[in-house]
């Protein structure tokens, strides 16, 4: 017999896939969105130059901000798609940035301030969509992991709705099923989930910036597994999993029996009466024990032995192909082919549901109001 809350997701997911298809048939021709690497070139061709400048100055002042940007571009295409509707504020508090999955988001005074470093050059010409996705790339490789083209030619959407938010980004206990439900939606396969899953889920740990302060340089980012394999977590998240996972007070059995002793010594159960799991919210938990601040991989090694910190790590042990990309990379010598592997499905992503051509706006400011 099916929960609540399971229940409550699937309507979920049924209501995601029933909006995704309307917002297309109404936003998008069947064709795919010209997006081309370089177009900027003719109209504004300093663009990509003036957002690594601006982000090496950002991130200069601080480099916590190069997760939460990359964090912004995911959150921005899995809602609507990649058109910049993130940025847009509501008086009402009901746009996207309202939403519950994106109210520790961090990062909009950044994109605000390359949008006006680019308004100066090149007026109404450079979306607020494509800066997101510029500015992900550039704290990717400005934290030293891998560089990759970026595809432009975005135009900015102007509704943002949290609603659409909160159907659209998968919640952190989500099964593979689930998640890949969540994905399909936006035409991410399973070798994609087993790519991008840790940097999404990242985007609902704030608390993972150690990944970009104390990692060697020439080695820092596998980028989203790493970054969920280096710092800490609360244990808020993961009490559910320890102590009442399918509400009979039970543990997770994917979690490894001796990892979860170490756990629950560092986690006791929620006390009764904290039903927001406020206690939870101060306890800190290392999110890959053992492995320090080296860069190995390890994340891959850590899910594949343990089942992960997170049920959603767990879950993918739980798919042929999103296992048997943890068990490659778990075994791998290099990060390269990861590397490769991570900057294709971030093209990929990119392209999810954009305006081009006549469609969307190029506004002059990206957090403008919506009512």
């Known amino acids: 017999m099916w929960s609540r809350e399971r229940w ?6 049924v209501v995601a896939a029933a909006a995704a298809v309307i917002r297309g048939l109404a936003s998008a021709p069947a ?15 300093r663009a990509e130059e003036t957002v690594l400048e601006e982000m090496k100055l950002i991130l200069m002042e601080d480099k916590t901000l190069a997760p939460s ?6 959150h921005d295409c899995f809602v609507q798609g990649c058109d910049g509707s993130i940025m ?13 999955p994106n109210r520790s988001m ?31 790339r550039d704290a990717v490789f400005l934290s030293h992991g891998p560089r990759y083209d970026v595809e432009t030619g975005r135009r900015d959407g102007n509704v943002s709705v949290a609603e659409y938010a909160e159907n659209d980004l998968a919640p952190p206990d989500s099964n593979i099923v689930d998640v890949k439900t969540f994905f399909s939606v936006k035409s991410l396969n399973s070798k994609d989930i087993a790519v991008l899953f840790g940097s999404y889920f990242l985007s609902l740990q704030p608390t993972l910036m150690a990944c970009f302060l104390s990692s060697p340089p020439h080695i820092l ?17 993961i009490q559910k999993r320890l102590y009442n996972f399918t509400g009979n007070m039970d543990q997770d059995p994917s979690l490894d029996p001796a990892y979860a002793a170490k756990l629950k010594k560092l986690c ?48 993918l042990l739980n798919d042929p192909v999103t296992r048997g990309y943890v068990e490659k990379v778990a075994n ?23 305006l081009y051509g006549d469609q969307g706006e190029i506004r002059p400011t990206c957090g403008v109001f919506v009512d």
């Open 31 to 45: 064709e795919a969105a010209p997006l081309e690497i370089g177009f900027y070139r003719g109209t504004c061709p």
């Open 221 to 237: 980012v596998a980028f989203p597994s790493r970054c969920h394999s280096i710092g800490t977590s609360h244990c808020a998240p």
């Open 88 to 100: 847009l504020k509501s008086r009402k508090k009901k746009a996207e940035r309202d939403a519950l």
């Open 332 to 354: 791998a010598s290099s990060p390269d082919e990861y590397y490769h592997d991570f900057a294709e499905a971030m093209v990929k992503m990119g392209r999810t549901d954009v």
């Open 268 to 315: 006791p159960p929620p006390r009764p009466g904290d039903d927001d799991g406020s206690e939870g919210k101060t306890t800190k938990v290392p999110m890959d024990p053992g492995s320090g601040f080296t860069f190995d991989l390890s994340y891959y090694r850590h899910v594949l032995a343990t089942g992960g910190l997170f049920q959603s790590d767990g879950s």
């Open 106 to 136: 961090r990062g909009y005074d950044a994109i605000e301030r390359i949008k006006a470093r680019l308004e100066t050059l090149c007026p109404r010409t450079v979306s607020c969509a494509d800066i997101i996705a510029l500015a992900a």
């Open 69 to 74: 940007l990359l964090r912004m571009h995911y």
């Open 8 to 13: 409550r997701l699937l309507l979920r997911l």
